[in-house]
């Protein structure tokens, strides 16, 4: 938080919701993280300002949440951006709400929903339709989600400048990833525009998006979540092309993530955005960086150990292996408890998205350095879908705590998230309970698929590999091996690929849909034998 602010912010928990009902107020919520510049520009301004503190103290209770450390309270109560201003009821129901604003709108604001709530009470707030009735659109799961949002990707398309939509510009790599295996040039044009606009060639890593349609005045907040899903697309694109142009900004986000980002256990949650970003290299050099947020997030390291873990695969690059695994044990060792995962050390329990992003991990390192990390996996697989699954979904947390986190959020992008690495797990294990729920999971969304756009393309991968199941590759023989190298080299970064399987020590065979290849003893031979099923 910003030393400048003069409002006296009351954590997130039950106390100021009761003390805000004792005192018949409405709840001032602003919603921040330690990356947000313009969080603290309105800590600066708006909230620096002494009659505005005042008038909030007098009027408010005021709240404020770190959006990182609590993802449940983000999905429930952000405006569409950060910082979210919100005004609620005490009983946590939302009045008005807004993103970042200034000293003299803030101030009209604050007037207006005083009378508003003097006026109507209780009676003034809502609920977001999401958290009214949280049950999905259920439907068949079926091959018509793959051939619609193959037309999202090239229907929404920007042909002139690259990547998806006309207004601000994102990754999206998700959609890339969906593009790489069926629609490649759309893909490959995406990355190059997001490297050509979003990449920080002095410092490494990626910015979180751009706001202008031609990727200019870009956002320069560099997050882990988001720096690890791009990291993973580049090195997609490597696997497929072979080109250096993939290869060597997945090499340069790799050394952010290990330097800059590196806490000396595992990857930091984030670095701040601002100008620093703008200045020349050798302005840099005497400038202080932006600050980093150390907290080690289960969900964000999940997806930079998973990634890293697949750029060690196809390029045999040690510190992307080295790295990776060093951040899941110290992960498993601080975090995990009987497969419990915690969001951070003393943070919550029990969240989808840490079960989830872990599980991906898990399978990954189990696929990449030792299948022993499946028993790890089996144990945050179970104890995800024992918490979390209900009526065949999955809720985001448990439907408990102050405000609307009593109301059930079924995640449409966690899910998917989830089910992807519980497909992984059934391959590795040859338990078919796992797809099965994962199948179920992706059923109940099933009913919306014809709605879906681009920026929920995963959904349709995952539902690709239910439908029809991906290609697996069985080897007999130990990780690093050089079949098993061979088989991650295979161009299909949807694959599973099973080490220290059951046949002949020293050979691989492919399996898809149940029918299995005769073994490969080389190399050359599996790729053959892939071509052949292909």
Request: hydrophobic fraction near 35%; aromatic fraction near 8%; proline fraction near 6%.
């Amino acid at each position: 938080m910003n030393d400048e602010t003069l409002v006296e912010w009351r954590e997130w928990g039950p106390a100021p919701f009761e003390e805000a009902r004792a005192a018949d107020r409405p709840v001032l919520l602003t919603l921040t993280a330690p990356w947000c510049h313009w969080c603290d520009r309105m800590d600066e301004e708006a909230y620096a300002n002494p009659s505005v503190a005042a008038n909030v103290h007098d009027d408010f209770l005021p709240v404020r949440v770190d959006i990182d450390r609590h993802p449940r309270v983000r999905e429930r109560y952000q405006m569409g951006g950060f910082p979210s201003t919100v005004f609620l009821t005490p009983g946590g129901d939302i009045i008005t709400g807004a993103t970042y604003m200034s000293t003299e709108s803030l101030r009209q604001v604050l007037d207006r929903v005083r009378e508003t709530w003097d006026e109507r009470g209780e009676a003034a707030g809502r609920v977001p339709r999401a958290l009214q009735d949280p049950d999905p659109p259920r439907g068949e799961l079926d091959g018509e989600v793959e051939g619609h949002m193959l037309e999202q990707v090239r229907d929404a398309f920007d042909e002139e400048y690259g990547g998806w939509g006309v207004d601000a510009k994102f990754p999206l790599p998700s959609a890339v990833g969906f593009a790489l295996k069926r629609d490649r040039d759309r893909a490959t044009r995406t990355l190059d525009a997001v490297y050509t606009h979003l990449y920080d060639t002095y410092g490494g890593g990626f910015y979180r998006y751009a706001t202008e349609r031609d990727w200019g005045d870009p956002h320069r907040e560099k997050l882990l979540d988001e720096n690890a899903a791009v990291l993973r697309a580049f090195a997609n694109a490597y696997l497929y092309t072979g080109e250096e142009a993939y290869r060597d900004p997945a090499l340069g986000t790799r050394d952010y993530l290990t330097t800059t980002l590196w806490t000396g256990d595992a990857f930091a949650g984030s670095q701040a955005g601002g100008d620093y970003y703008t200045l020349e290299p050798a302005e840099r050099e005497s400038a202080d960086p932006p600050r980093v947020d150390g907290t080690v997030f289960a969900d964000r390291n999940g997806l930079a150990i998973d990634a890293l873990l697949r750029l060690h695969a196809y390029t045999d690059d040690e510190a992307a292996g080295r790295y990776a695994e060093r951040a899941l044990d110290h992960v498993r060792e601080t975090l995990v408890d009987g497969g419990e995962v915690a969001h951070y050390d003393g943070g919550a329990t029990g969240l989808l998205s840490d079960g989830a992003r872990l599980l991906g991990a898990l399978a990954t390192a189990a696929q990449v350095l030792d299948p022993s990390y499946v028993d790890d996996a089996r144990a945050v697989a179970d104890r995800t879908i024992e918490r979390r699954l209900e009526d065949g979904t999955f809720a985001d947390g448990p439907a408990d705590g102050p405000g609307l986190l009593s109301r059930p959020l079924r995640p449409l992008e966690t899910t998917v998230e989830l089910a992807d690495a519980l497909v992984d797990l059934s391959l590795l294990t040859g338990r078919a309970e796992y797809r099965t729920v994962a199948r179920e999971a992706l059923s109940a969304f099933a009913g919306a698929r014809h709605r879906m756009g681009v920026e929920v393309a995963a959904y349709a991968t995952a539902a690709s590999r239910i439908v029809r199941p991906p290609l697996v590759i069985e080897v007999a023989d130990d990780p690093g091996s050089d079949l098993h190298r061979a088989a991650w080299r295979v161009a299909d970064h949807e694959k599973v690929v099973v080490p220290n399987a059951d046949g002949e020590a020293g050979t691989a065979r492919v399996l898809v849909d149940g029918e299995r290849s005769a073994p490969a003893e080389t190399p050359e031979e599996l790729g053959r034998r892939v071509g052949e099923f292909s």
